[in-house]
């Protein structure tokens, strides 16, 4: 039963945690799976058995490092191949030093080994923290790739050194020379056992494929496996099970347009496990150092019985092997030339970049707890939970450093903002095409109805958050506006109960976002609605024309109760455009056709299809005169794409429906 709990916990924990980062997306999503990790496991789940060092690299950072590896552009990777290794090795071992002697200096009575491991614990970067910190981010390409092959093979040699590490705690005996030897035999080994694997993997696909077996799930079945047998396997013959992932996962077969079927419907249904399995994956990473954390602190409290100075004295050895940890980072990226061409002020950026970056993850909290329990001769090893303590608090605030420093290194992504614009200029030529050739249509307002959403969609992901605030405010005083007008005229008894409560149920859909916060006057009048509905029915012909009747007049009212707003708002745009979209739902109407749950009218799936056929020859067409590169045409034409498929598959709920 408690595993269970833990699992839904976790489930509605990553749920909730990634609509509040949606609905804030100023909050480190991070920061806020960890907080609701802690929460988690404070009030459910206080039982909860400590982290498994093997088990969280082999079942979470595996599959995570190698769909890094297949995704990872292979080129760019090498042209930094410089760069990524002296920060993957150099690097990871000249931080396990600086913060062993640091350590050592501050806590004399620790022993030195336990202190070399604490800085080898602290050295590999978290490829996935790394990822969540620049997703929001445009920064340089190179810097971003230096990043991103760091992250994927520093933990191969920072693990090294924490087991040397561990060793020279446990024995008392180092030998560098032994060391070298065996990180060089670990690598090298890790990157055989993932060329092998992989090479075994493609041979396999083949052999399928010849066998005509053209089950798709049990072809991404196999590729799914890839990463937990290349770690696994590459672990139990004594070598780098983080390397072998990584190698087996960047040598992974392409699915090539090549025409066939099968490889089409393979790509695509790998794609989106993928997207489902890393989302969990990487949500599940800071929620499970969340559950760790309220433990940890805890622990070090109740066995160290700190007292006011040594609480203290640990807090600033905190903030002392975090600030190292940057400073080493910043002195040895400056020997990493990136942008040698680009004036000091750019140079000086992306060195910073680099150097804050270089946050700490789960990865280092796992590592913590492989630290031993007991020495050789079974004396217990008591400083273990200061150590574990003191990984937790740095990790936190080298989070926190990261996301309030890297903002200020690099500008807001804005790739989206121009390809927003060129999107719009598409769609309005889509909806012009389709007047010139579909005119006759009867289904024609509610396909242009379909394409002005989206192009308002467009929009709003441009507004700025006071516009979009503004834009929301003038929703909900339509919304109010209608209910009143309706209550009114329901009073009156100018319109009867069934035209009243369809005519609710009709403005409830068209502003749904302006009611948020009215969730149980949605779910009661939800009810009403269907009460009404069973309790009497006019015949359709008369609903139709009583509907259409109240909604246009209604419409002409509210936007004049729109329009006397606007000498209140920035931006007349927003009550041009609320404008524009109610009147377009009144000719909608006018035209048999209104918002509802349901299923499109027969012949109206012909006309959205005609519309995609359309829409991909607007894409052309802009291609073909420069407007918009081979890139942006692709992503257009996969985003039409999925609609499509979407359509075609039947089980879209929200469409416009004839009455």
């Not at 496996?225 to 072998?244: C, D, H, N, R």
């Not at 393979?266 to 949500?283: H, P, T, Y």
Request: glycine letters at 6%; one cysteine or more; a neutral charge.
């Amino acid at each position: 039963m408690e595993v269970t709990i833990i699992v839904i916990g976790i489930i509605l924990a990553i749920v909730i945690s990634n609509v509040l980062g949606m609905i804030y997306p100023s909050l480190p999503l991070p920061l806020l799976q960890i907080a609701f990790g802690c929460l988690l496991r404070v009030t459910f789940l206080e039982d909860m058995p400590d982290l498994d060092p093997e088990l969280f690299m082999v079942l979470i950072i595996a599959p995570l490092l190698f769909h890094e590896a297949d995704e990872s552009n292979k080129l760019s990777l090498w042209r930094v191949k410089k760069q990524v290794l002296f920060m993957a090795f150099l690097l990871v071992f000249i931080t396990v030093f600086a913060i062993g002697f640091t350590l050592h200096t501050l806590f004399p009575q620790l022993p030195a080994a336990a202190c070399y491991a604490m800085g080898a614990i602290l050295g590999p970067t978290d490829a996935i923290a790394v990822t969540t910190l620049s997703s929001r981010m445009q920064c340089d390409v190179d810097v971003l790739n230096i990043l991103k092959g760091e992250g994927l093979i520093n933990d191969a040699s920072g693990l090294i050194a924490f087991h040397f590490a561990v060793t020279a705690l446990r024995t008392g005996e180092f030998s560098p020379a032994m060391a070298l030897e065996q990180l060089l035999i670990v690598s090298a080994g890790g990157f055989a056992a993932g060329f092998l694997l992989s090479a075994l993997g493609r041979w396999g696909a083949k052999m399928m494929k010849r066998l005509a077996i053209r089950h798709t799930a049990t072809h991404v079945l196999v590729e799914l496996a890839a990463p937990f047998l290349s770690y696994t396997l590459s672990e139990m013959a004594g070598v780098s099970g983080v390397i072998g992932a990584v190698t087996a996962g960047s040598r992974q077969t392409p699915h090539a347009p090549n025409g066939e079927l099968l490889e089409a419907e393979i790509g695509n249904f790998k794609k989106n496990v993928w997207e489902l399995l890393s989302f969990a994956l990487n949500s599940i990473v800071f929620l499970l150092l969340g559950l760790q954390l309220p433990e940890i602190f805890i622990h070090v409290w109740g066995s160290s019985q700190p007292h006011d100075f040594l609480a203290l004295a640990i807090v600033m050895a905190i903030v002392i092997v975090t600030l190292i940890l940057f400073l080493v980072r910043f002195i040895s990226v400056c020997f990493v030339a990136v942008n040698k061409q680009s004036n000091w002020t750019k140079q000086l950026k992306d060195l910073l970049f680099l150097t804050f970056s270089g946050v700490k993850g789960t990865v280092s909290l796992a590592t913590a707890f492989a630290l031993p329990l007991v020495y050789l001769d079974q004396s217990p090893f008591a400083e273990r939970p200061l150590l574990l303590f003191m990984t937790a608090g740095v990790i936190i605030l080298s989070l926190i450093v990261g996301f309030l420093l890297l903002p200020l290194l690099a500008d807001p992504k804005r790739e989206s903002m121009g390809s927003h614009s060129v999107q719009i200029e598409i769609l309005d030529e889509t909806i012009r095409q389709l007047r010139a050739e579909s005119s006759g249509s009867p289904f024609l307002e509610a396909l242009v109805t379909r394409y002005k959403s989206r192009i308002n969609e467009l929009r709003y992901m441009e507004y700025s958050k006071s516009k979009r605030n503004e834009l929301f405010r003038m929703r909900l005083l339509m919304l109010r506006a209608e209910r009143a007008l309706l209550k009114k005229q329901y009073a009156r008894k100018e319109i009867n109960g069934q035209i009243y409560w369809h005519s609710r149920e009709l403005i409830l859909f068209i502003y749904h976002r302006a009611i948020r916060s009215e969730a149980v006057q949605a779910a009661l009048l939800y009810f009403q609605v269907h009460a009404c509905s069973r309790a009497a029915r006019l015949p359709e012909s008369d609903l139709k024309e009583q509907l259409n009747a109240v909604f246009t007049r209604n419409g002409l009212r509210v936007v004049r109760v729109l329009n006397q707003e606007r000498d209140f708002i920035s931006d007349g745009e927003i009550i041009d455009r609320l404008t524009q979209e109610r009147m377009d739902l009144s000719k909608q109407m006018r035209a048999g056709f209104y918002i509802n749950h349901g299923q499109p009218h027969d012949g109206y799936e012909e006309e959205i299809l005609q519309g995609f056929y359309v829409e991909r020859r607007v894409i052309h067409q802009f291609l073909e005169r420069g407007a918009i590169t081979p890139r942006q045409a692709n992503d257009f034409r996969m985003v039409v794409n999925e609609m499509e498929s979407f359509t075609l598959s039947g089980e879209s709920e929200e469409l416009i429906t004839e009455i």
